[in-house]
């Protein structure tokens, strides 16, 4: 399994980090959609992400990854679904130090339904140095109550080790998925047999 | 609307009269809305269904995508945005104020001309630099 493209999904709620990350990940200079930002209640910070960002990266194995993040706030919904279609996975940025970290995830779990039912979902749960409740376990118990099964890691995106990791482990499971599917149509009667 | 960002309801007022002018003035108007960079609403007319907090929200995904793609493609400033659908055309320019940038998003009914929306939405954009 080499040589594809995938394209994948950062998202989280606004300051979360998904422009970060894909900054820290890219191997091309990011294509940024950021304008002033005028709801300084909601965030401290000049800039939010409008439409989206992208950068790419190239695997060890030759696979390429296109990397997407979206918008945070949910009045720009409409572009979660449009940047989701063909995505294989997605990788969903919690920041902690928010007054309801799991209410937020639940926002894009939502959402985000039809990648989370194929199971190509990484949760990363950022300033739990400073804020270190909700712990890692009460996400395992909140998704564990869900029915879902999503790796849940602590992650600082600014370290681009740290995004690595993120997309590695999304990575394994989008391979995961395409080797289940290659396998299941290699032995669905009328499969063509090797010599 | 959004309540948080455009605090300045002296303004948001004038803006909205001279929303309500640019409409009288063009019938084929269907819809405006004014809003801020980020995607909030500012002050809007409506002869449509659509939501102008929605239309809002769009209207900044929209114009950040084409001042990107200009931006990237070393064609300098975005000027305006322009759709041209079956039913209508929509048209979106930024306004540079005195304070901070607006967008205004220009609705035109079936058969309204091109240029008669972009004529209005430069006048607009004039007058309002100067709110």
């Given amino acids: 399994m080499s040589g594809h493209e995938y394209k994948i999904i950062f998202t989280g709620t606004m300051g979360a980090g998904k422009t970060t990350a894909i900054a820290a990940l890219s191997e091309i200079p990011p294509v940024s959609t950021d304008v002033p930002n005028s709801d300084l209640g909601a965030f401290q910070k000049a800039t939010t992400t409008a439409a989206f960002d992208y950068g790419e990266l190239t695997l060890d194995g030759g696979n390429r990854l296109r990397l997407y993040g979206t918008p945070g706030q949910e009045r720009f919904r409409f572009m979660w679904s449009i940047l989701a279609r063909g995505a294989l996975g997605v990788i969903v940025l919690v920041d902690n130090s928010r007054p309801d970290p799991l209410a937020d995830l639940g926002i894009y779990i939502d959402n985000f339904a039809d990648v989370v039912a194929t199971g190509c979902l990484t949760i990363a749960v950022g300033r739990l140095d400073t804020h270190p409740d909700p712990s890692l376990d009460v996400y395992y118990e909140w998704l564990l109550a869900r029915d879902l099964a999503i790796p849940v890691l602590a992650a600082d995106v600014r370290r681009r080790d740290d995004v690595l990791v993120l997309v590695d482990t999304l990575f394994s499971l989008i391979e995961a998925k395409v080797i289940a599917a290659e396998e299941a149509d290699a032995m669905a009667p009328g499969a063509a047999v090797g010599d | ?131």
Avoid: W, Y
Wanted: charged residues 20%; aromatic residues 4%; negative net charge.
């Fill in chain 2, 1 to 131: 609307m959004f309540d948080q960002p455009f605090r300045d309801s002296a303004r948001s007022s004038r803006l909205q009269a001279r929303l309500v002018a640019l409409a009288d003035a063009v019938p084929d108007v269907v819809e405006a809305v004014l809003s801020t960079e980020d995607g909030f609403e500012v002050a809007s007319i409506g002869r449509s269904s659509v939501s102008p907090a929605k239309v809002a929200a769009m209207t900044s995904s929209l114009h950040a995508v084409g001042a990107t793609m200009s931006d990237e493609s070393g064609l300098a400033a975005c000027r305006n945005v322009i759709v041209e659908a079956a039913a209508g055309t929509i048209v979106i320019v930024r306004i540079a104020t005195r304070e901070t940038a607006l967008l205004l998003t220009i609705v035109g009914r079936h058969g309204a001309l091109l240029g008669t929306l972009l004529f209005a939405s430069r006048e607009f954009a004039a007058a309002a630099a100067k709110e």
